[in-house]
């Protein structure tokens, strides 16, 4: 594994800093086949995420980016090595995890305001004060007026903001990110990025983000990791150094934006096109 600056690089964090939010420590996951055979999907795979920081994954299709997020809600366990949050083994679901996912996890039978509710009442809260903290979340997101419309009513962008809503209601700690805006169109998802942002510079929660897009994972992270063709492990690290506050709708045309994602589509490109080749032998 290789970690580069993909601008100069800020202070190393101090002696006797805290535990990272999320550490994968050599982790191997094999899985059997159902011809019985074994498959490794992650090998040798170490990736730190520290708190509050925002953390970028990509790799070609296949390669294992999804099993990593597995790994860390603790709904999979490691063939080998160690997953740990806040310097402790990760020993089952943790309630400090909010996860999004790519297809819609709303309940279809129940409205917005219930959709986002739902979480504060399985956790016991008082049925009117997670109503009221619903209710302030949805404004939030900017759904105010759409509380009693059910899902099949709402665009693909309205429906992402009530489950960026359901998720930040729960206010988690670390917040895991399965491609959550791939299906929607360039413009939606540039409103969706400006979103996400802003709700987590104002909570502070460890995010992991795994995309397809690096113009994506550069204009939302700290550090973008750039997986191997699997079996998955880290080829490279890369921080981004550009400013915050960012604004999604305009940084990605600025020329240190431009230079970053050459950069790192460099170094990407040949894991896309070994991983294109094996699914082509395979086909």
Known sequence: MTERNAAPSSPSAPAGARAPAIELIRVNRR??????????????????????????????????????????????????????????????????????????????????????????????KDRSEAYALARRWLARVKLSGHETKYPHQLSGGMRKRVALAQTFINEPRILLMDEPFSALDVQTRVLMHEALLALWSESGASVVFVTHDLEEAITLADKVYVLTAGPATV????????????????????????????????????EVMKGAARSEAAA
């Open 235 to 270: 080829k490279s690290v890369y921080r981004i150094e550009l400013p915050r506050p960012r604004v999604a709708a305009e940084i990605r045309y600025q020329q240190d934006f431009i230079d970053i994602s050459h950069t790192i589509w460099n170094d990407l490109r040949d």
């Open 31 to 124: 899985f059997v086949t159902p011809d019985g055979k074994s498959m490794t999907a992650l090998r040798d795979f170490t990736m730190t995420v520290d708190d509050g920081e925002f953390v970028a994954v990509v790799g070609p299709t296949g390669c294992g980016k999804s099993t990593t997020l597995n790994l860390i809600t603790g709904l999979d366990r490691p063939s080998g090595g160690e997953v740990r949050l806040y310097g402790n083994p990760v020993d089952g679901i943790d309630p400090r995890i909010g996860f999004v996912f790519q297809t819609d996890a709303l309940f279809p039978w129940r409205n917005v305001i219930d959709n986002v509710v739902a979480g504060p009442l399985f956790r016991e």
